[in-house]
C-alpha cells in the first residue's frame, strides 16, 4: 500500500500542475478545465479549488449509480487542485505564441504520463472516470456514449460561462487518447502484461489463418 501511494500522490500532484501548462497556454483546455474556468469567471474562486468542488460534486453523482469510490478516488479530488493552483503560482503567462504551444504540449505529454503513474497505482478511478463507468453500469450505456455525453455537456456548459474553448480543446481530444495508450503500459505492469497477452493472441491467430 505504501508503495502505492508513493505513487499515486506524486502522480496526481502531476497531473495538475500538467493541467497548469495547459492552462497558462491559453490555447484552448480540456472540457472539465473549460468548465472549471467557466465557473471561476463567475466566482472568484481559484480554479484549483474549483476542481477540488467539482470533483466532490461529481462524487456524489456516483450514490445514485452505486458505485464504491477507492482511495485514489479520495485522493484524486483533494490533490489535483492544489496540483493546478501550485502550477500556476509557479508558471510565469507565456506571450510567444511557441511557447504557448511549448507549454500547452508540455502540458499534455506531462499529464499523459501523470495518469500512468496514478492509474497504475490501482487504487480507485477518479471521480470522472468513475462516473462513465458507473452510467455504463447502471443502465447499459455504451462507455464511449457515456463519456462523449459527459465531456460535451460539461464543455458547453463551460464554453457558455465563459471558459478557454480553442484548438488546444481540439488537441487534446485527439491526442491524450493515443498518448495514455503508451504510458499506461510503461507505468501499469498489470496494463503491460495485458498489453502483450494481446499481441501474442493476435499473433497466434494471424499465423493460424496463413
Not at 10 to 15: A, E, I, T, V
Not at 97 to 125: D, E
Not at 179 to 189: Q, V, Y
Request: glycine residues 12%.
Amino acid at each position: 500500500m505504501m508503495f502505492k501511494l508513493a505513487r499515486l500522490i506524486p502522480g496526481l500532484l502531476l497531473y495538475g500542475i500538467a493541467d497548469a501548462f495547459m492552462i497558462r497556454a491559453a490555447v484552448g483546455v480540456d472540457s472539465w478545465t473549460v468548465f472549471a474556468q467557466g465557473v471561476a469567471h463567475h466566482t472568484g474562486l481559484s480554479i484549483g479549488i474549483l476542481t477540488n468542488i467539482i470533483g466532490l460534486a461529481v462524487l456524489l453523482l456516483w450514490i445514485p449509480l452505486r458505485q464504491r469510490p477507492g482511495l485514489g478516488t479520495v485522493l484524486n479530488i483533494l490533490l489535483v487542485g492544489p496540483g493546478i493552483d501550485l502550477g500556476l503560482w509557479l508558471l510565469p503567462a507565456p506571450e510567444p505564441m511557441w511557447l504557448r504551444v511549448a507549454y500547452f504540449t508540455t502540458g499534455m505529454l506531462l499529464l499523459a504520463v501523470a495518469s500512468g503513474i496514478y492509474i497504475g497505482a490501482r487504487l480507485g478511478p477518479g471521480p470522472r472516470d468513475g462516473l462513465m463507468t458507473g452510467i455504463h453500469n447502471r443502465f447499459g450505456t455504451p462507455i464511449w456514449i457515456a463519456r462523449t455525453a459527459v465531456e460535451l455537456t460539461v464543455l458547453v456548459a463551460g464554453w457558455i460561462l465563459g471558459g478557454n474553448v480553442g484548438l488546444g480543446t481540439v488537441a487534446f481530444a485527439l491526442l491524450i487518447g493515443p498518448l495514455c495508450g503508451i504510458t499506461l503500459p510503461l507505468f501499469d505492469p498489470v496494463t503491460r502484461r495485458e498489453a502483450l497477452e494481446t499481441r501474442r493472441r493476435e499473433a497466434a491467430e494471424a499465423a493460424s489463418r496463413r
